[in-house]
């Protein structure tokens, strides 16, 4: 709880904090390792871009653009956005920075904030934490299916597994025209307020994401993308789903999925947890063919994903799990005096260059207070060092798991810790 006049996080802006910050960091490092080791190279983006890359590369017809972006002008009259979503500034990297000459999949991975005005609940927050992936230039169903199995094997590598991969294909310019005519159509005769009549006009799949009971019912009977696919799409997308069975992913085929962003075509995927309630969303992507190129590169396709840190976290928590390790530190040092402080340093300085965490017992704290504090530090083991050790050329060690206690040779101390550490 906040003190009076004190300052508080905005609004629907988690903080991570410890303990709990272990998990953050767990999450969002599992889900990225899962791509290292598939080949994608890490890309660092800007907070915030031209907002006119948004506006062209999500779609202004699109929730994220027209409701939910913080949007700005800078000191130069210049109109920028906080980034609402990854893949539009990853293209606009690849296509400024040429690697779409270079060898192609061009493969990239980040991480970070990305930012949406949105009524702030539990999941659903106005600065969300991702982990992404694009693999940019290369149109392979196996490709597809190489992106959906690192967001797998991510998630199940954390421990998740209450989760289920629901699957689409929105097809491709061969197919798309002449079903979007035809769901206009049927739209259009329905008894629409409004605003979702002024959206069946300019973007009618966006009618088929309507949560709405109402507007539900309605489009029941409304034609489905699967249902019209062109032979290209349709062997493209039996082709994703035949390299998936392979892998061992399993998926379900959902024939209304609708992804927020206007950009996917083809493949389309969602990952959804039903612990989360109606965030049930953990993560999702799909193909993109003509980003590129509306975007002023190539007209080379894509394929990325976005999973969600922040829902990964309540989707561990609903399955009663935790990831990380909330230790501060392996070894805790305890002086005794001043001396053995100086002394403690430079060993505390020696360990750490051994890649091993260590903490120190700062402010003269008495030996009670400090073996608390190496308690709660999460260390395995507390190196206890005097005055009288100094003499005798030893140092207290402490196993804090059990409580064993002996003396070791304060000149073998590192080698030992290392000795133990690693049989621990």
Known sequence: MSKPNSFVAPK?????????????????????????VAGYSHVELPIFEDTALFARGVGESTDVVSKEMYTFADRGDRSVTLRPEGTAGVMRAVIEHGLDRGQLPVKLSYAGPFFRYERPQAGRYRQLQQVGVEAIGVDDP?????????????????GLDGFRLEITSLGDDTCRPQYRA???????????????????E????????????????????APLMVDHLSESAKGHFDEVLGH?????????????????LDYYTKTTFEFVHDGLGAQSGIGGGGRYDGLMAQLGGQPLSGIGFGLGVDRTLLALAAEGKTAGDTARCEVFAVPLGET?????????????????AVDLAYGGRGLKGAMKA?????????LVLGDRD?????????????????DVELARVIDTIGALLAGA
């Open 390 to 406: 100094l003499e005798a050329g030893t140092i207290g060690l402490k196993d804090l798991r059990t409580g064993d206690q002996r």
């Open 202 to 221: 300019i973007n009618p799949l966006r009618v088929l994401d309507d949560k709405r009971p109402p507007v539900r019912e309605m489009t029941a009977d």
């Open 182 to 200: 035809l769901l206009q159509e049927f739209l259009l005769r329905l008894d629409l307020d409004d605003d979702t009549r002024r959206r069946a």
């Open 142 to 158: 196996a490709l597809d299916a190489e992106v959906i199995a690192i967001a797998d094997t991510g998630f199940r590598d954390l």
């Open 12 to 36: 629907g802006v988690p903080d991570y904090i410890p303990p709990d910050s272990a998990g953050f960091v767990a999450v969002r490092d599992g889900l990225t390792r899962a791509a290292r």
């Open 374 to 382: 190496a308690d709660r530090s999460g260390a395995t083991f507390a």
């Open 244 to 260: 998936l069975d392979r892998l061992g992913v399993p998926y379900v085929v959902n024939p209304r999925m609708v992804r927020g």
């Open 340 to 356: 053995a402080k100086a002394e403690l340093v430079v060993l505390a300085h020696r360990l750490r260059a051994q890649g091993i």
